[in-house]
């Protein structure tokens, strides 16, 4: 009986893990992703709201090469409540291939989470849209801090007709005076 167990345990944390990596239906990664030219900071422009950025401003992320072929992550955002910079260190692999748009991320040992773009400016890679593995994850990431209106209203429209809540996003206050005057040169 304990053998049985074990294993419908261990079933039910592999459909778990694949269902945190995994692809919201009828949402395709993007093809031709060059890994290299996403590497650098990203603002966080807009995003679905969840706890773990719930009360920050100022939220960036920065990818760096790893030496096993990975990517470092290193997300930042300003907690108003606390004012003090929040810091979340983690790691990301691509889940098939390498040149495209899908990554595993993990803040938390050896559990991870879909890292989907499913939006990208191949050109200048300026701007993603990127999901998690579902649809109540969603970020629009800029190398600015602040993008065209235009472009802002063409990218969330195209989240719009690819069925996120965009009613629901949060634009995120990258206004430098906003910050306290001791937090500004971090």
Not at 13 to 24: E, F, H, K, M, W
Not at 164 to 183: C, E, Q, R, Y
């Amino acid at each position: 009986m304990k053998k049985y167990g074990l294993l419908s345990l261990t079933l039910l944390l592999s459909v778990l893990l694949v269902a945190c990596t995994g692809i919201p239906d009828n949402i395709k990664p993007v093809d031709n992703f060059d890994a290299n030219r996403y590497l650098g900071q990203w603002y966080e422009v807009a995003r679905l709201d969840h706890s773990f950025e719930r009360g920050l401003s100022h939220i960036s992320a920065t990818y760096t090469a790893r030496d096993d072929g990975g990517i470092n992550v290193l997300n930042k955002g300003f907690s108003v409540e606390k004012q003090e910079w929040q810091v979340a260190e983690g790691k990301a692999y691509f889940v098939d291939q390498k040149d495209q748009g899908h990554l595993k991320v993990s803040f938390f040992g050896p559990f991870y989470g879909s890292y989907v773009v499913f939006e990208l400016d191949h050109k200048n890679y300026q701007y993603a849209l990127v999901s998690g593995p579902d649809r109540s994850y969603f970020w629009l990431l800029a190398r600015l801090p602040v993008i065209d209106k235009e472009l802002q209203t063409e990218l969330v429209a195209k989240a719009k007709a690819q069925g996120f809540d965009t009613d629901k996003l949060i634009f995120v206050d990258h206004n430098p005076s906003s910050l306290p005057a001791n937090a500004q040169q971090q």
